[in-house]
């Protein structure tokens, strides 16, 4: 067989409006005229034939070249910011970025290309206030420093601007996969990054932020946080008035919904009002260590496309101490079994990889760094994973699940939904 699947997509209709897109590219070596009966796009591995099945890292990197890893959760621009101030001038992604603490980060650009990494979302991560008051309405920088944040993530992409593309759809991103290119997607990490307004929101989707973790390790004031290894008490008893608010103007915008990090009434709360699909964009599964932050079983119920279900994707996350209990002995093989077992809960439809590279102070063996994501695929190769569940481990399933996001929020304003004009109860200046 001579090529492979390139993020499938049940959705044929999207794959017709790429190839008929007045932004089409004109490809030379990729090959994007194949569709098959779910809508896959295929795309043309020259001179290669299929590796043997007795050698499954060969056989992973086969596959990974045309259907790439899009990482859910990578911290390239808080990296950027602890480490350089912001200045990318003095940031150089072709070699190991020595950060000034002496970090070196698990992205650079000859490390993603080993790895086939095709796209990931940039986290537009700040802290969480020191103390936000009993009602979250001490003043606070976050909504600055966010656009700082996603400034400097702009100004990477534009030094680089034969790497990386700046996408805002499932069909941008493909393009940009297509074209050899590394998509790149924005995702703020916590509401408090609003500073309490819907208003702040739908600016930060005119500037391409296209998922929102509801919290970080701390409540705000439209939900409760489930904490990082201990649980925070809760505020609202899961999402807040204003948070229910929230959860309507994402879907109406076309933001995704990120459930990690929240309180697990929460996640129930926001899956039972969402009408788009969600993701934990970084997330290990609690059955393997029952800490706050790992999503458990009871959230893990609720997704997949059956009745009474929502579509969504659970992306793993490769911190050690998330994935076992004081992170030890952790390598490829335990972060492959969270794999498998988020899968055995939802199925392999709704699996995806949020790795939480350069914000996380230590790696599991054999997954050091962005170049390692091969190692994991051919884990699962000798589990019995097929190229077509792999396909969609890498991104497909992400993407199907964007699709949905996208059409519910087109769906919603052919309805004629509004922007909602809610506002903080216990604000004062309004």
């Known amino acids: 067989m001579s090529s492979q ?31 098959l009966i779910a809508g896959i796009i295929f795309v043309s591995v020259k001179g290669e034939g299929v590796p043997s099945s007795k050698d499954p890292l060969k056989l992973a990197n086969y596959y990974l070249k045309s259907s790439p ?10 990296f950027a910011r602890a480490g350089f101030g912001n200045n990318i001038d003095n940031m150089d992604l072709y070699g190991d970025l020595k950060n000034r603490y002496g970090l070196i980060s698990h992205l650079n650009i000859p490390k993603a290309r080993k790895g086939h990494l095709g796209g990931f979302f940039w986290s537009i991560y700040i802290d969480c206030p020191k103390d936000a008051g009993p ?11 966010t656009l700082e944040q996603i400034d400097v993530a ?29 998509a790149s997607l924005m995702g703020m990490e916590g509401a408090h990054s609003l500073g309490n307004s819907l208003g702040a929101l739908r600016m930060f989707h005119a500037l391409g932020v296209r998922y929102m973790t509801l919290t970080h ?38 933001v995704f919904i990120d459930l990690s990090h929240v309180s697990d009434q929460t996640a129930l709360d926001a899956l039972s009002i969402t009408r788009a699909p969600v993701i934990l964009s970084h997330s290990c599964a609690r059955a393997f260590n029952n800490i706050s932050r790992n999503v458990p079983d009871e959230v893990l ?5 059956g009745k009474h279900k929502v579509d969504g994707v659970v992306m793993v996350n490769f911190l050690p101490t998330f994935a076992a209990p004081g ?74 699940a964007m699709r949905g996001m996208e059409a519910t929020s087109l769906k919603m304003k052919q309805e004629g939904k509004k922007p909602s004009m809610a506002v903080y109860a216990k604000r004062t200046d309004l």
């Open 301 to 305: 119920s609720k997704l997949g496309r």
């Open 5 to 35: 699947p390139l993020l499938p997509s049940n959705h044929p209709e999207h794959i017709a409006s790429v190839i008929a897109s007045k932004r089409r590219i004109l490809f030379t070596t990729i090959l994007t005229t194949v569709l």
């Open 217 to 254: 390790g701390c409540n705000n004031a439209f939900a409760d946080s489930g904490g990082i290894f201990q649980p925070v008490t809760p505020h609202w008893g899961g999402l807040s008035d204003l948070g229910k608010d929230l959860i309507f103007e994402m879907n109406r915008l076309g």
């Open 69 to 78: 890893v899009i990482d859910g959760h990578i911290d390239l621009p808080i």
């Open 154 to 182: 702009m100004n990477l992409m534009d030094k680089y601007s034969d790497v990386f593309q700046l996408c805002k759809t499932a069909d941008e991103v493909m393009e940009a996969v297509a074209s050899g290119k590394i």
């Open 135 to 145: 009602d979250f309405l001490t003043p606070y920088n976050g909504p600055r420093d």
């Open 327 to 400: 992170g030890v002995g952790v390598d490829v093989k335990t972060i492959a079994d969270h794999v498998e077992y988020i899968a055995s809960k939802t199925s392999r439809d709704h699996v995806g990889i949020g790795s939480d590279f350069d914000g996380i102070d230590a790696v599991p063996r054999g997954l050091e760094d962005v170049s390692m994501y091969p190692n994991l695929f051919a884990e699962l190769i000798t589990r019995g994973w097929k190229q077509d569940e792999l396909a969609g481990l890498a991104g497909g399933n992400l993407l199907r």
